[in-house]
């Protein structure tokens, strides 16, 4: 007699981010648009000097935004009245082998989480990095979006769904068993992936110095998963 079944696997792959990306601006305000303007240049090509003799490629630095607005204030039965101009330039930076040791891969069962090797080579330090950029734009620099990922997520979810398979076929396997049939070839195979935001089951911290204060860069671990929904023939 013909039958089928059909069951869901499940498999996660959790390590440390090992790439950064960082916004950083900095904001000057002037009596006139020219000036305001003039510097913001100056204070950012002092980052970007920087980030240049920390080892950031020029491939891993990019404008992302430059704007010139008025700064104004009421008053009283004369209205609105310009008292400078406020000028913005951004960098979207990605910093690169910032994470720390991992667990090596391999040897988890059907179902579980692993964590990937760590890469091969120095160690790239975020803090030390966005530290020496806030000393040379100084008080014009602000600091805002930081997102912590993988550079190769897709080996990680390449193994996830690894054991999404191996944890969907384990269950198939039990249950043609307790129904006296032989698992048989598969008939349909559906996939769903994710990718979860920074956990607080940190690993480490590394400190950004701020004058006399100190700022830890908290990496946490991210998960990669695969779902998956497997139906077999039963022969």
């Keep these: 007699m013909a039958g089928t079944v059909t069951t869901f696997g499940h498999g996660i792959v959790r390590g440390t981010p090992d790439l950064m990306r ?22 950012l090509s002092a980052v970007i000097g920087s980030l240049r003799a920390n080892g950031v490629p020029a491939g891993d630095v990019a404008s992302s935004g430059l704007s010139v607005r008025t700064e104004q204030t009421w008053v ?27 667990e090596p891969a391999g040897g988890a069962a059907a179902g579980s989480s ?25 008080d014009a620099v602000r600091l805002g979006g930081l997102q912590l990922t993988f550079a190769d997520q897709e080996s990680l979810l390449s193994r996830a769904r690894d054991r999404a398979w191996e944890n969907a076929l384990a269950k198939a396997r039990q249950y043609a068993a307790r129904a006296g049939r032989e698992l048989g070839r598969v008939l ?21 110095a701020f004058a006399s204060a ?21 022969d």
């Excluded at 960082?22 to 204070?43: K, L, N, P, Q």
């Excluded at 996939?191 to 089951?201: A, F, K, Y």
């Design 22 to 43: 960082v916004t950083i601006s900095v904001e000057t305000r002037a009596s006139t648009v020219a000036i305001a303007y003039r510097e913001a240049g100056e204070r």
């Design 76 to 102: 009283d039965g004369g209205g609105s009245k310009i008292t400078g101009y406020l000028a913005n330039a951004s960098l979207t930076v990605l910093l690169r082998d910032i994470g720390g040791n991992t």
């Design 114 to 138: 692993d964590r990937p090797g760590a890469a091969s080579g120095a160690r790239r330090d975020p803090a030390a990095i966005v530290a020496d950029c806030v000393a040379a734009g100084g």
């Design 188 to 208: 349909q195979v559906t996939e769903e992936t994710s990718v979860s935001t920074p956990t607080t089951r940190s690993r480490g911290a590394t400190e950004i």
């Design 214 to 234: 100190a700022v830890p860069i908290e990496t946490g671990e991210s998960e990669v998963g695969a779902d998956i929904r497997v139906t077999w023939q039963l």
